[in-house]
Each structure stands twice: as structure tokens, then as C-alpha cells.
């Protein structure tokens, strides 16, 4: 299938490893110019190389922080007129509600809705006047499905994610679409992480953590990061052009609710 982005280009958050390399890798096989982006300057030289070497498009790297204003505008000036913007944050550490402190909870507004919605403000008008824009969300499953350890996510998830569908209406005529992405156990370092936290959490073994992640998928498996970078390139894509405004989740089937 052709998805007809080749000579396009994107902005990816956190894209120097796991779900943002994941959809920046499947971006960049469909001839897509990714920027990629990260913390560790270390991880985003690797993987722009990775990139490089294998795919029909081609990377670029920056090192920064995009909570930080000064880290946002470093990221639109490298790319001021991208045609793709993939917003991504890694996730708070979980915790239930009341071992959250109070300072926990602007870090986590300004990380996980804040940022993405001030990136989002700062490339729209452009995707506007090109008459195309595809801007993808990386949230969680948390958004529809929270958990008692995860308020955290879901919270500042949720505004993001209502936020988003309030723009979503009004630019759709412009041929910009805006969707969202809610992963739940595609196997990246974060589920390890998550795993540990778990473990720690009931006294269990690692071991016996990672088995309840698989058994808590439908699927009786965790998902493939290849399998969530497939998905986001075909949103981004002309043929995903009148889905907007969407929650998708990729969850080996276990999201409980009818809608």
C-alpha cells in the first residue's frame, strides 16, 4: 500500500527510542524526513543513524526538552513547516493518588498536556495554509481505562486528549487531522520499567510481573512496537484523511468498553 508520504516531513517527540522511534521508523520507511527528537543526545545520534542507514526517507537529530520553552522553540526552528507532528511524553512513574506529592502534579500537566498542546499551536497554522497536517498524540490507555496508580497519566492524559478533540472540529476543513494514539503493553523498555514498579509494588517476582502484563492482554501477548509505528504512519497518511478527532487503541483487543 502506498501512503503517499514520501517527500514528507515530521516532527516526532521522544523518538530516540521506544514508541516515538518505533512510529519515526515507520515513518521514515514510506520516504518521510523525521526529525528526531530526545533527552539523551547519545540515543538520538544512534537512532538517527539507524534510521539512515536502512530507510528510503532520512533523520535529523536535536537533543532537547520539550516541556521547556526554549527546548520547543529549538524544535520548530529546526522544523518550522512540518507536515506531521507526533506528540509523545513518557508517562509519570506510578503511584496511587495519595503518595502523589503536590509538586507532582505541574510537572505532570506541563509534560503530558501542556507541551504537546503549545507544539501543536505552534505548527498549525502552517499545516492550515498548506491545506495538510497530520498530528498524532501518543497518550495511553489510561485515558478511557484509568487506574487507582495511575492517576497521574490519566489526568493530564484526559485534558489533552478533550483539548485535542475541540481542535480537531475546527480544522478538519483544512484537511488537518488530529488522533490519538492509547497504547497499552507494546513491549519497550517502559513496560520493563513498569514491570519492576509492579513487582516492587505487590512483592512479586519480575518474572512473575511480566506474565500478569501478558495475561492482562487479550491477546495473551504484548504488542510489537513495529505493530504501533505501522499504525501511526497510516494515520499520517492521505488515506487516513477523514479519521479525525479519534481515540484508537492498540491493546490486543482487552479495551472493555462497547465505545
Not at 516515538?20 to 527528537?37: D, F, M, P, Q, S
Request: charged residues 20%; hydrophobic residues 40%.
Amino acid at each position: 500500500m502506498d501512503l503517499k508520504l514520501q517527500g514528507r516531513s515530521a516532527i516526532v517527540c521522544g523518538s530516540s527510542r521506544g514508541l516515538g522511534k518505533a512510529c519515526a521508523e515507520a515513518l521514515a520507511r514510506e520516504g518521510v524526513t523525521v526529525l528526531i527528537t530526545g533527552r539523551n543526545e547519545a540515543d538520538v545520534v544512534r537512532t538517527v543513524a539507524e534510521i539512515n542507514g536502512f530507510a528510503p526517507g532520512s533523520a535529523t537529530g536535536l537533543a532537547c526538552d520539550v516541556t521547556s520553552p526554549e527546548g520547543r522553540h529549538a524544535l520548530v526552528e529546526a522544523n518550522p513547516d512540518p507536515d506531521i507532528l507526533v506528540n509523545n511524553s513518557a508517562g509519570p512513574s506510578p503511584r496511587q493518588f495519595l503518595d502523589t506529592q503536590d509538586e507532582d502534579w505541574p510537572v505532570a500537566l506541563e509534560k503530558n498536556m501542556i507541551a504537546p498542546l503549545l507544539l501543536t499551536k505552534a505548527v498549525l497554522p502552517g499545516m492550515i495554509g498548506r491545506r495538510f497536517g497530520r498530528i498524532i498524540n501518543i497518550t495511553s490507555a489510561m485515558v478511557t481505562t484509568p487506574r487507582p496508580h495511575m492517576s497521574l497519566s490519566s489526568a493530564p492524559r484526559a485534558g489533552l486528549t478533550a483539548a485535542m478533540k475541540a481542535i480537531s472540529l475546527d480544522v478538519a476543513r483544512y484537511n488537518v487531522t488530529i488522533n490519538n494514539m492509547l497504547p497499552e503493553r507494546i513491549d519497550t523498555d517502559r513496560q520493563i520499567f513498569m514491570a519492576k514498579a509492579q513487582a516492587q509494588r505487590e512483592n512479586i517476582t519480575f518474572e512473575a510481573a511480566r506474565e500478569k502484563q501478558v495475561q492482562s492482554i487479550a491477546a495473551r501477548r504484548l504488542g510489537r512496537p513495529e505493530e504501533f509505528g505501522a499504525t501511526c504512519a497510516f494515520l499520517c497518511s492521505d488515506l487516513a484523511g477523514f479519521m479525525s478527532g479519534q481515540n484508537l487503541h492498540l491493546d490486543g483487543g482487552s479495551y472493555p468498553s462497547l465505545v
